[in-house]
C-alpha cells in the first residue's frame, strides 16, 4: 500500500512520526509528551497540505498562471489570507519560536512540493499538485490539530470540524463521498 503524503513528506525530512487526532477529545494523545520538534511536525505537515488543497484561483490572476508547469508552491499561494497569524498559532501549539515556525513551515511546502512532483512529473501545474493533495484531504483532517484553528484562519471553520476526524465504517463512506465530491471536473 502506498503511503500516505502525510508519511512520505515526514519519511523524505527524516522527521518524527505523528499521530492522529482523537476526535472524541479533539487532541493529540499524549501531545504533553512531544518534543517541540514532534508538536511542529504534528502542526506543520497536515497545514501545509490542507492549505495546498484549498489553493484558489484568484479572479484577478490570469488562469494560465495556475495551469502553468514550472511555478512553484510558495507560503502566499498556500496561505493567501492570515498567514502570519497561521505562523503565530503553530508556533504557540508547538512551543517554538515564530521564525522557527515559519522557516519550518517552509520547509515542509518545499518537501510536500517535491514529493507531489515527484507523482506527477515535473511538468505538473500548480492545479494538477492541488488536485493530487485533494484526494488525500480526509486523511490530512485525522492529523490536523484543531487547537490550531487553521480551517478559521483559512477563511473556512467547517474544515475545523471534528467530524471530519471520525473514522469507521458510517465515516469511511461519507469520507469517500466527500473525496469524490471535492474533486476537480
Known sequence: ????????????????EISKVDPNLQQVPDIEDYTILQKLTQASVPAVLLGIANIT??????????NAAGRSLDMQLIF????????????????????EARSFLEQIAATAE??????????A????????????KHKIFFYLP??????ALMGDPSQDDRTKK????????????ED????PE
Open 1 to 16: 500500500m502506498k503511503d500516505s503524503l502525510i508519511q512520505q513528506i515526514i519519511a523524505e525530512l527524516a522527521l518524527p
Open 57 to 66: 484561483i484568484d479572479e484577478n490572476e490570469e488562469p494560465e498562471k495556475h
Open 80 to 99: 493567501p489570507q492570515n498567514y502570519n497569524q497561521i505562523v503565530d498559532s503553530v508556533a504557540e501549539y508547538a512551543g517554538a519560536s515564530v521564525q
Open 114 to 123: 517535491s514529493v507531489v512532483l515527484e507523482h506527477l512529473g515535473t511538468d
Open 125 to 136: 501545474s500548480i492545479l494538477q499538485m492541488r488536485d493530487h493533495v485533494i484526494g488525500e
Open 146 to 151: 484543531p487547537q490550531l484553528h487553521i480551517g
Open 166 to 177: 471520525m473514522e469507521g465504517p458510517f465515516s469511511n463512506i461519507v469520507h469517500k463521498i
Open 180 to 183: 469524490s465530491l471535492s474533486k
